[in-house]
């Protein structure tokens, strides 16, 4: 699990993860290869934008990586690794994830499972020429683990089918869609993401998520009792949804050539999905930087940043039992589930468009954020998004993994 910063207090918070869900104790271990960060300055007063002034901010995604993947596979053998500087937009702290990750293909055994909750824009790495040759350091590392049995998954983020250009702190909106690096590069299984709605179903009347109190509007958060089904992830409330499109940088890889009726001559992603959503999110425990954030408590959180390590949770328990089997580790895994001769059937929930409600926001069927307007009711954004359809698509991927399928199907896999 490769974040920068980690989190000081990522052991004693698993281990408390563990106790209360009446979890095995983990088998954890936090790794610092370029040195340990600084935690003494969690805010960075005064400190440049990627130095020590987001370690707060990482903490917490951290001890979400960390918890969610104990929670799919809890008897794995668990690893933060973890690097000084912020990762801010490819400029100092990308090239140092990408250093730590390169030692940890010495470091594991084959058939180690990556799961990197980061991504910087396409856009931001110049022209394409630029970005190409940059692209093809980074991927040299993913490479050299695929040639030893390892995989690695990617966030596709959680900015719709928008993204962010280079400019002052990249705080300009893209106006056209766009994607972002690793989850991009052929090398690496992209994770979009869904809502997985078990026990409920929205059920919004109304496109204005909060009245002018500031108090959540029951016409747009309501919701009946039953059900069980899993949209494209896009929460129009927070303006947040799947990352997912095409790449300007790379042109379609031979595994996507039977999907090229969706994505062209270009790199399409994601290649699958898992549960996204805040409303519907995953609990973790933090008691990190207590002057910050006051007393140990539980939060809920969202983001393909959530996605990403259960995949690769589940995709390490197929790993697992592949080496029970007397095969080798699953490696290149996008190799595999393209594969005419992969039961995808079996291995995914396909993730098709879903209408709740009688409000427009509650047709879910595309990565298009929502903004807010006037009035607090909630629009399109302009910049349009990708379909979620039958079958592969752009915000999706093949759709979210049914675990013991897709298990099944991998420990199957030649």
Partial sequence: LVDAYGSPTAQQDLSFFAKAFGGPTPTFQAVFPLGSPDYGNPTG????????NSADG??????????WAYAMAPKANVVLLATPPAETQGVQGLPNLMK??????DAYPSGTVFSMSFGTDEQTF????AASAQFAKFDATFQRGLARG???FSSAGDNGSSGSLRSHRASTVATSPEVSYPNVSPYVTSVGGTQVQSGWTWNPTEDKPFLLSGAR???YWAWTPGGSTEPVWNESWASIATGGGLSSVYSRPSFQDGVATVVGQHRGVPDVAWNAAVNGGVLVYHSFFPTLEGSPTWSVYGGTSASSPQVAAVTAIANQA????NKTPIGNLNQVIYSSSFNRSAAFSDVVPRTYGKSPSGVLQNNQLWDLGSGGFVTPDPVPGFATTTGYDLTTG???PNAPGYITQLVAAQ
Wanted: without cysteine; negative net charge.
């Fill in 45 to 52: 007063n005064g400190v440049a934008q990627s130095g020590p």
């Fill in 58 to 67: 990482w903490a917490g995604e951290a001890n979400l990586d960390v918890q």
């Fill in 100 to 105: 730590a990750i390169d030692w940890a293909i």
């Fill in 126 to 129: 110049g022209s394409q020429p």
């Fill in 150 to 152: 390892d995989t690695f």
């Fill in 217 to 219: 509007n029951p016409s």
């Fill in 322 to 325: 592949r080496a029970s089997a």
């Fill in 398 to 400: 093949w759709g979210s």
